[in-house]
């Protein structure tokens, strides 16, 4: 969750979205992502909307914190209206989710399903960091309805956590995974960085060793992006370490594709792999393929049908308008048809189920032969993929490998 919040238009002190918003509701798929905005500690690298006990201050606390979440839940059940919208998934992220109690997490689960009701095969992730759970915590958050976690481990190395203010030990990763068997989770992820300053190739693949020996049922791996206003950018901006390297990213993105095709995890987004397709992670598919999510927490953002808002970006701030029965939606903007298309088209072309060629105009589709001819796309794959449920529709277009290094240049193209 991304701390700066863009433009808008006001938003009403209801939150009641506009008529067109609302129909055909109750046939798009629908996900709730949580922000806890907890972390105790921040890393140097982290941009996202969180905070530790000291940047808070006095009047804010995580003991209150699912009491107010449960009350936006409840705005957000009035705001739909009486559409049947049982939810497909729920994602907390953060932040640290699981510096909550796990009956706090497990209560604001309760309260979605008591205000719209859950799908047979819903799914319900959350983020953990390896040291901030017990099995015991594992435990009471499977039998409260979790059965997806999501485990930041980013690197196996400690000079590498060391440069990324990390904080759990390496050792533990294997430990939270062996912990989230036992207590009956379905899927297991771990969150993986490349390309930390400092990071050898030898580091890189001790790390994909490393948690490929943890039997994941779903990896992601994102390269570093040293993000202005942290404290990684300052450290790089006085020169006490390099700027991260695009060639160094490129060699440890096919590193990874390598590492992970062989241990059996196929890519189904360009920094996402899974075992299968029924492990793949559909709430980031929702976002993905553009569907609609009600984003819960301070600076949290919403989308459906069209029309995306964001709240107010402090815990304080939020709680406050919580309190008071307004919604915490700071601003919001309704996507005209040409906006739509061109967001689908920046992030469908990054999945292995592809874009459809429905979604270019003229300009785009002249594009296509010299991005076939450079090799960065295809019309369908060159061989078939055990992970996908059959063959790709010959009207869509899939990144080649190479493609994949390339992705926002061939956005830009097409664009």
């Not at 559909?282 to 569907?291: F, K, S, T, V």
């Not at 589709?365 to 993929?385: K, M």
């Amino acid at each position: 969750m991304p701390s700066a919040l863009p433009p808008g238009d006001p938003a009403p002190a209801d939150g009641r979205l506009p008529e067109s918003a609302l129909a055909g509701a109750a046939d798009r798929p629908f996900g709730v992502y949580v922000h806890v905005p907890f972390c105790t500690v921040r890393c140097g690298y982290c941009d996202f909307n969180t905070y530790t006990a000291t940047e808070l201050g006095e009047g804010v606390t995580r003991a209150t914190y699912a009491e107010s979440a449960i009350a936006e839940i409840r705005q957000a059940r009035a705001v739909l209206g009486d559409v049947d919208r049982r939810v497909d998934t729920i994602f907390f992220g953060g932040g640290t989710p699981t510096l909550l109690p796990p009956a706090d997490l497990t209560a604001i689960v309760a309260s979605i399903s008591a205000e719209f009701g859950l799908a047979d095969d819903v799914e319900v992730t959350t983020e953990a960091n390896p040291d901030s759970v017990a099995l015991w915590d594992l435990e009471a958050l499977r039998h409260g309805g979790f059965n997806r976690l999501s485990f930041g481990m980013q690197s196996a190395v400690p000079h590498v956590l060391k440069t990324l203010d990390r904080t759990h030990d390496p050792l533990r990763v294997p430990a939270v995974v062996d912990w989230a068997r036992q207590a009956g989770f379905d899927q297991v992820s771990l969150d993986l960085i490349y390309g930390t300053p400092g990071e050898s190739a030898a580091d890189w693949q001790e790390s994909l060793d490393a948690a490929l020996a943890c039997r994941p049922d779903h990896v992601s791996a994102y390269s570093l992006i040293v993000e202005e206003g942290t404290a990684l950018a300052r450290r790089v901006r006085r020169g006490e370490m390099p700027m991260t390297d695009d060639d160094d990213h490129a060699d440890k993105y096919l590193a990874t594709d390598a590492a992970l095709s062989a241990a059996g995890l196929g890519w189904y987004e360009v920094s996402n792999w899974s075992t299968d397709v029924d492990t793949r992670c559909r709430h980031n598919m929702l976002y993905w393929q553009g569907a609609d999510w009600w984003g819960v927490g301070p600076g949290a953002h919403s989308h459906v049908g069209g029309v995306r808002w964001w709240n107010v970006k402090h815990p304080a701030a939020y709680a406050e308008r919580i309190s008071r029965g307004v919604s915490p939606a700071l601003a919001r903007e309704v996507l005209d048809d040409e906006t739509r298309r061109v967001e689908r088209v920046l992030l469908e072309i990054r999945i292995r189920d592809g874009l459809s060629l429905d979604l270019l105009d003229d300009q785009a589709r002249a594009l296509l032969p010299d991005l076939l001819a450079r090799g960065l796309i295809e019309p369908n794959p060159l061989e078939p993929n055990p992970l996908d449920p059959g063959p790709l529709d010959p009207g869509r277009l899939v990144l080649t490998l190479q493609g994949r290094l390339l992705a926002d240049a061939v956005v830009r193209d097409l664009i």
